[in-house]
T-cell receptor, first 108, second 115 residues
Framework: GQQVMQIPQYQHVQEGEDFTTYCNSS?????IQWYKQRPGGHPVFLIQ?????EVKKQKRLTFQFGEAKKNSSLHITATQTTDVGTYFCEGSNYKLTFGKGTLLTVNP | NAGVTQTPKFQVLKTGQSMTLQCAQD?????MYWYRQDPGMGLRLIYYSASEGTTDKGEVPNGYNVSRLNKREFSLRLESAAPSQTSVYFCASSPLAGGRGNEQFFGPGTRLTVL
């Protein structure tokens, strides 16, 4: 069945450092969604990627969808303490599958 | 707009008890979902409803039943709770019918403990 692997599981950075999380699917995806969940909170939608090779930016966040539509990445430039949380990808084709998430902690 | 609301926020059950988790959305969304979240396991889909009047199993449906009461409400029932069902339960909704590949809006969650 479809699996979505997300790495790393944890990442601790100093404030100001960059951060990247990767999402890899065992099958080709129709689209991929990214979410952020603050500690104790609920997931909040960040972005959707649909096209092969697509790159989207939101301020310090850059999202990429691979050419084969089987992988994706989220890159944060110059992390801030407000970036703390778990980042999830969700891959969609004939079913929904969430990755297990990457927990980002930031040392001020 | 309240968005997605869930009740209760917290619940403690004894093994074998039953309960229903309530979810409602006021955004006129077509699709609704129930997830459970366990440490290190991410979000796992229990059931979803791709449109009013339809429900489908997700990844982990055993031990649960759902009802899409109307377009607004989607409830999750545990008939005989087990300790393995201790988890945080999230309800979500999305605008489009079909149940896949949409932006999802999540509720605040229900923290359930089964003793």
């Amino acid at each position: 069945g479809q699996q979505v692997m997300q790495i790393p599981q944890y990442q601790h950075v100093q404030e100001g450092e960059d951060f990247t999380t990767y999402c890899n699917s065992s099958t080709t995806l129709s689209n991929i969604q990214w979410y952020k969940q603050r500690p104790g909170g609920h997931p909040v939608f960040l972005i959707q990627l649909v096209k092969s090779g697509e790159v989207k930016k939101q301020k310090r966040l850059t999202f990429q969808f691979g050419e084969a539509k089987k992988n994706s990445s989220l890159h944060i430039t110059a992390t801030q303490t407000t970036d703390v949380g778990t980042y999830f990808c969700e891959g969609s084709n004939y079913k929904l599958t969430f990755g297990k998430g990457t927990l980002l902690t930031v040392n001020p | 707009n309240a968005g997605v609301t869930q009740t209760p926020k917290f619940q403690v059950l004894k093994t074998g008890q039953s309960m229903t988790l309530q979810c409602a959305q006021d955004m006129n969304h077509n699709s609704m979902y129930w997830y459970r979240q366990d440490p290190g396991m991410g979000l796992r889909l229990i059931y979803y409803s791709a449109s009013e009047g339809t429900t489908d199993k997700g990844e982990v449906p055993n031990g649960y039943n759902v009802s899409r009461l109307n377009k607004r409400e989607f409830s999750l029932r545990l008939e005989s709770a087990a300790p393995s069902q201790t988890s945080v339960y999230f309800c979500a909704s999305s605008p489009l019918a079909g149940g896949r590949g949409n932006e999802q809006f999540f509720g605040p969650g229900t923290r359930l403990t089964v003793l």
